[in-house]
């Protein structure tokens, strides 16, 4: 493997995130039933209380917490904080279904160079954040200004010169 100045690991992609909770149960009604994601197989070997699941090219592991009435919660919705984020098809659509579900969500959005990037927080069972946006809006400019990209693989080639050349010009 070639090795890049910009990935001294030669990583490759997100594999998953760990998130310890309460109830690994209620964990995985919320992942399954809210977010979409599917229970996969994992090691029999594991001697802990867990699930996998996977979906979007990236898994969230579940860990049964040893103290679950230690666990604080947070209540606040905090966009500052530690949080997921994924990218909807639509905001419109995704809001509507939170109500309908009677999930507590904070509405934000940013504006960078005319562009829009509308943004929806909420919290999973243990109070870990979750954010739903259509941030491949926005495109993916690194630092050292080599590349104009997008999040999305869908966008990724639709970036209009005009948007470029804002950015860059940032």
Known sequence: ??????????????????????SVEESIDFYTNVLGFVPIRRPGSFDFD??????????????????????????????????ISFQCESMGAVEKKLTEMNIVYKRQRVEEGGIYVDQLFFHDPDGFMIEICNCDNLPVIPIGGETVRSCSR???????QKQMQTFVQM
């Open 1 to 22: 493997m070639k090795e890049l100045a910009g990935n001294p690991l030669h990583l490759k992609s997100l594999n998953h995130i760990s998130l310890v909770c309460r």
């Open 50 to 83: 867990g699930a996998w699941l996977f979906n979007y090219g990236i898994g969230i592991h579940l860990l049964q917490s040893e103290n679950p009435n230690n666990m604080t919660k947070k209540s606040e919705i905090n966009p500052k904080d530690n949080h």
């Open 154 to 160: 869908v966008k990724l080639d639709i970036i209009s």
